[in-house]
């Protein structure tokens, strides 16, 4: 590390080794010392060379952070320590502290510490945060996230999906103690500003504060603490529809059933088939087991809602396509040999070819899967039937 004076006021500068440069994401630390005075910049430089050393050795070992580790073991025996037992721990931890103080003191050269500058390093960030954590001031966000999923009955794919949530969400937020309202609404102004759309972020914040309850319940977070209460969320303008998805026109439904002969995939060709005279959700179809095939109607379980629970009338078009697709099952589901993914969800791999095959024809993000059922609802309502 070395001094560098621009414009009367002293910098700290230190070349990054060129095998942890690429880790790092620059070649050199730099950092004004906002001081005038050599002496005074000499002083203030030992703490951010200490830092930057550690930071150099952490990139080239790629090693976990060793502080956290430390301080979980001493949280642990604090916590299963007898009350009688508890001051000599906290002792102990204390002693841990000054020894990353003086093996700090050591890296910077230090050999007394009556020497000057010796006193900025008792309040070693990497010391401090040692303490905080090791006596359970600080707890991370995700410490408990994995007991309070143990405790929900969502399927698997909700479960993930709320782990994702929370995972993603402590990346900003590291511990509990980071989490306050006003720094909650930064993110979710930022969320927006990104793209993401105020349904979406409303979903995370639901996700959010069902797991904070959980924290409060635990008592793991600060009984007064409602960091996901009150928060303004930006609702859709007057063009806020023009966001919803979009049902085909009829004959746009005809040219991708015709797409999908093209290209000789038959499993895409029947769903649409499906879909285009019963209004059914993809995951609807390709979940019906043959048995629920009847001849004059298709019995739809397991839908994404109770209400969704129905029977629905087999066209007179669809017979031949539901007789045929019965006769040829080879396990048990009315569209045969479909994958399935780690859900056991069936239709994703078929969605993705049925994206596939309506962009080729030109439709955007708008137009899913789902708008299929958008337009046999939207023929219905022009016929008058409900």
């Not at 994401?25 to 002496?39: A, H, I, W």
């Not at 010796?118 to 707890?139: C, I, M």
């Not at 993000?365 to 299929?372: C, E, L, M, N, T």
Request: proline share 4%; charged share 35%; net charge positive.
């Amino acid at each position: 590390m070395y001094l560098e004076r621009r414009r009367r006021r002293w910098y700290a500068l230190h070349d990054i080794p060129a095998d942890v440069q690429k880790v790092i994401g620059r070649r050199r630390f730099v950092q004004t010392l906002d001081t005038e005075d050599e002496r005074t910049a000499k002083r203030r430089a030992v703490v951010l060379q200490v830092k930057w050393l550690a930071e150099i050795e952490q990139a080239r070992t790629k090693r976990a952070d060793h502080i956290e580790k430390d301080a979980a073991f001493w949280q642990r025996a604090f916590k299963e320590a007898a009350p009688e037992q508890r001051d000599v721990i906290l002792s102990l931890i204390g002693d841990e502290a000054r020894e990353m103080v003086d093996r700090a003191a050591s890296k910077a050269g230090f050999m007394d510490e009556r020497e000057e500058g010796y006193d900025e390093l008792a309040v070693h960030p990497a010391a401090e945060r040692f303490v905080d954590l090791a006596t359970g001031k600080l707890v991370r966000l995700d410490a408990h996230l994995e007991e309070y999923l143990a405790t929900l009955g969502n399927e698997a794919k909700t479960v993930d999906m709320k782990r994702s949530t929370v995972k993603k969400f402590a990346v900003t937020f590291a511990y509990i103690t980071d989490v306050r309202r006003k720094d909650v609404q930064q993110w979710v102004n930022e969320q927006v500003q990104q793209g993401k759309k105020p349904a979406t972020v409303q979903r995370s914040l639901s996700e959010l504060r069902g797991y904070w309850s959980y924290l409060l319940s635990v008592e793991a977070a600060p009984a007064d603490s409602l960091p996901f209460e009150k928060l303004s969320i930006p609702k859709p303008g007057k063009n806020g529809k023009a966001d919803e998805r979009k049902p085909f026109a009829p004959a746009d439904v005809l040219k991708l059933l015709e797409e999908a002969r093209g290209r000789e995939d038959a499993s895409l060709r029947d769903l649409i088939e499906l879909a285009m005279w019963t209004g059914a959700r993809i995951e609807e179809l390709c979940a019906l087991k043959v048995e629920k095939a009847h001849s004059g109607y298709l019995e739809i379980e397991d839908a994404k809602t109770p209400a969704g629970w129905r029977q629905v009338p087999v066209h007179s078009k669809l017979k031949d396509t539901v007789a045929r697709l019965k006769k040829e099952s080879a396990d048990g589901y009315l569209l045969s040999g479909l994958t399935s993914n780690k859900y056991g969800d069936r239709s994703n791999a078929i969605g993705k070819r049925f994206g596939t095959l309506k962009t080729a024809l030109g439709f955007g993000p708008d137009h899913v899967f789902h708008s299929i059922r958008k337009t046999v609802a939207t023929l219905l309502e022009n016929a008058r039937v409900p």
